[in-house]
Structure formats: structure tokens, C-alpha cells
């Protein structure tokens, strides 16, 4: 291994470089912008190196159409005896800019040791760490056992369902083609995340009768009734929510208990153009909550019991009448910590930074959940270099010596995957 190192270390420019020009491709979804070219721009990098490039277009999928197509790129390798198949898999897309920034989010700025852009943390630093890791192996030992695959997917940002969903779908994520999976999303270089909590996201409607905001008495106001929703909540559900607590390593700390936000509340008519009240009595209130589960919750535990609570209040309340809608919902997801992709990956950190690793679970969810389930692949953990707390955040970065150090772990957890070196 320590040409493979010795490649990493004397390749760092070609690294930063690659970081730099995947930030450029400003792959923002929504809507989806760029995907193509950034897809493109992998593809031809990895067919220099002999991998077998091809594009699947996530047809029909959210947001999918010709001047958004959702283009994926999955490149394999294969090596010059039968064996596994380790595969990395990064999401291109990005999320919007949003405000704050103090330098341009798509030039790719490198200072102090960090390369700066949007989408530097989350993804593009750990999907660069993964190409110059699979490279470098592949240029010490031309013939490898099994196979190495690199794939850049889209959506993951918003679900997931024209990238890794689709594609796993359509056996991509399955045996026998693909053993190992690794997806380098940003939380930190030597932690190992092995699975993530459930999500499930729901619309709450009460409804009300509209009448003149002078005579409230001769209507009924949704937004009352959605109070008295929000005090059962506050009262009730919060209390036992934050009581639960997971045996799921997740970070940060408090997302070890159950939470949920109340992403938005509307109600009452709109304001007329010049920002005019509406003088009517409120016929309708939405409330959008986002529950996020622990693996020691079923889904139907935590649909029953937002029901149970609105259907406790229409008992004890006159005239309360309610709609209960599912948006999404996704299972908790969790790899064993013992398996050869969490074990090794875990193994590799040690040796490499001399630290001892951290098994951790994700507050939100990431494409781990379609690998999981719909390929019905176990040994997928995320481990990545970029710093969690920076993804989605203005001026976001990622170290260099960090990208380097994953490189590292990288190379020396596929080769003892693919049975290379011992
Ligand atoms: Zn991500």
C-alpha cells in the first residue's frame, strides 16, 4: 500500500484540482441545473483510466425533462481476476446558494488549506477523494481482483428518486453486481455512519367555516382549532417525544431522541396585493410537521400516533374537524457496525490518522435508505471528508489534508475489500 499512498500524497494538486472543477458545474436542484456536464466531465476522467462509462437518465423521475434531464453516471472497472465489486457513490446536485456568502460559491477559491464552493463539503470533495483513491490504486496494480465501481448520481437532495432509487431499482445497487458501497457525504473524516433515522413528513388540515372578520361568532376559525392542536404538542407530544431515546449512535446528541419541527403553519386568507388583510374568519389551517424516527419507533407507531392525538382532540372539542396527509416517509436505516464495509472502513482510519474511530448514524437521511431497501445491499456505510456542521451552509469548505486522509482510508479499505492486500 505505500505506493498507493505515496501516489495520494504526490497527487494532492490533481485532487484539489478535481475538487475545484466539480464545484464549478453549478448543479443546484432544484431544478437540477448542469447535471449533464458534471456527469459528462466524471465520465471521460474515468474512461481515461479504462473504467466502462455509462449514462442512465432517471426518465420520468421528479424534475426530469430535457432541459433538466437527471443524468447519472456510473463507471466500472473491472479487474483482471473474478472477485467483489467495491462501489463509491457520490450525488453531484447541490443545494441552493442561499445568502451570507463572502466568496463566489462556483469558482472553486483554495485558501488556507480548504477549497471553498458550494457543494465543496457536501459532496464534491468526497467524490473527488474516491476518484483519486480508486486511481491510485488502479495505476500501483493494473491487475486487481474484482472490480471498482464510481458512481455520481442526482436528486439526492431531494430524495433521491432520479439518482440512487432509480437506479437501484434497476439492480445497480444489488448483488451480484455490487458487494461494498461507500458514499462519501461530508461527516468527517474518521467517523463511520452506518445508517440514519426515519423520516416521516405530514400535512395537518383543520378546517373552519368562513364568516366576517366583525362577527367571528357566526364562523369558526381553523386557526383556533389548530391552536389547540399545537397546544396538545406542545403539552403532550414534545414531552414524549423527547423522552425516547435511541440505542443508534446518531449525532449530533439530540437527535438521538425523537424531534420533530413544524416545518410551516398557513392559515386564513392571503393578503391582497398591497399586503391588505383579508377580513374573514380563517376556513382553513395547514400544518406541515417533519417526525423523525428512531429504529426503536415503527412508522406506524409514529402515524398512529399523530392520528390518535387529533382524533383525542375532535372528541373533546366542538366542531373540530381535521385532515391527515403523508408526504413522505422513509425507514430508519442501520448497517452492522461488524460487517466487512463498517469493520474495515473503521480498521483503515485507525491506521491511517492514528485515531480511533467513531461509528456514528445520521440525523437526516442520505441514499444509504435505496441501497438498503430497494437494493437489498447491507454493507453500505457513508464515510466521507468534509466537516458535517458546514453542509448547506454559506462559505461551505473542505480541508485538503482531509480529502487526502479519506483518499487514503479509501484506497487501503478497497484493497483489503477486493482481497488485495491483507
Ligand atoms: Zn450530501
Redesign the pocket.
Known amino acids: 500500500m505505500d505506493a498507493v499512498f505515496e501516489k495520494i500524497d504526490n497527487r494532492v494538486d490533481e485532487l484539489v484540482e478535481l475538487t475545484r472543477d466539480l464545484i464549478r458545474f453549478p448543479t443546484i436542484n432544484p431544478p437540477g441545473e448542469a447535471y449533464r456536464p458534471c456527469a459528462e466531465y466524471i465520465g471521460d476522467r474515468l474512461k481515461k483510466r479504462g473504467f466502462v462509462v455509462e449514462y442512465v437518465r432517471g426518465v420520468g423521475t421528479p424534475g426530469d425533462c430535457d432541459r433538466y434531464p437527471r443524468t447519472n453516471i456510473v463507471a466500472r472497472k473491472e479487474g483482471a481476476k473474478p472477485g467483489p465489486c467495491v462501489h463509491f457513490n457520490?450525488?453531484i446536485?447541490v443545494v441552493e446558494v442561499g445568502d451570507g456568502w463572502t466568496v463566489d460559491p462556483f469558482e472553486g477559491l483554495v485558501e488556507d488549506g480548504k477549497v471553498y464552493g458550494r457543494g465543496a463539503c457536501?459532496?464534491k470533495g468526497?467524490i473527488a477523494s474516491a476518484i483519486i483513491a480508486a486511481e491510485a490504486l488502479i495505476d500501483t496494480d493494473p491487475n486487481f481482483p474484482g472490480a471498482i465501481e464510481i458512481s455520481g448520481t442526482v436528486d439526492?437532495?431531494s430524495g433521491g428518486y432520479g439518482g440512487v432509487a432509480y437506479l437501484a431499482e434497476r439492480g445497480w445497487f444489488s448483488k451480484p453486481r455490487v458487494d461494498h458501497v461507500i458514499?462519501p457525504?461530508?461527516l468527517n473524516v474518521d467517523r463511520v455512519c452506518i445508517g440514519h433515522r426515519g423520516v416521516w413528513w405530514a400535512e395537518i388540515e383543520t378546517k373552519g367555516r368562513i364568516a366576517h372578520g366583525s362577527m367571528p361568532f357566526l364562523g369558526d376559525s381553523a386557526i383556533r382549532h389548530m391552536s389547540a392542536v399545537l397546544e396538545r404538542f406542545e403539552n403532550d407530544l414534545y414531552p414524549t417525544l423527547s423522552a425516547r431515546h435511541s440505542d443508534m449512535p446518531v449525532v449530533p446528541d439530540g437527535a438521538r431522541s425523537s424531534t420533530m419541527n413544524i416545518n410551516s403553519v398557513h392559515g386564513g386568507q392571503e393578503e391582497g396585493h398591497e399586503g391588505l388583510p383579508a377580513p374573514c374568519v380563517a376556513d382553513s389551517c395547514r400544518m406541515i410537521i417533519d417526525r423523525r424516527f428512531l429504529i426503536e419507533e415503527s412508522l406506524d407507531d409514529v402515524r398512529g400516533e399523530v392520528r390518535e392525538l387529533l382524533e383525542e382532540v375532535a372528541r373533546t372539542r366542538p366542531d373540530f374537524r381535521f385532515d391527515l396527509r403523508e408526504l413522505f416517509a422513509v425507514e430508519p436505516s442501520l448497517a452492522d457496525k461488524d460487517a466487512p464495509v463498517a469493520s474495515t472502513t473503521a480498521a483503515a482510519i485507525r491506521e491511517i490518522l492514528k485515531r480511533e474511530p467513531e461509528f456514528i448514524c445520521s440525523p437526516g437521511t442520505?441514499?444509504q435508505k435505496h441501497v438498503d431497501r430497494i437494493g437489498k445491499l447491507k454493507d453500505c456505510i457513508a464515510y466521507g471528508p468534509g466537516v458535517l456542521d458546514l453542509?448547506h451552509q454559506p462559505d461551505e469548505w473542505v480541508g485538503i489534508e482531509d480529502m487526502t486522509s479519506a483518499a487514503k482510508v479509501m484506497a487501503l479499505t478497497t484493497a483489503r475489500l477486493l482481497g488485495q492486500v491483507e
Open positions: 457520490g450525488h446536485d457536501d459532496m468526497g439526492e437532495e458514499i457525504e461530508p442520505y441514499d453542509a
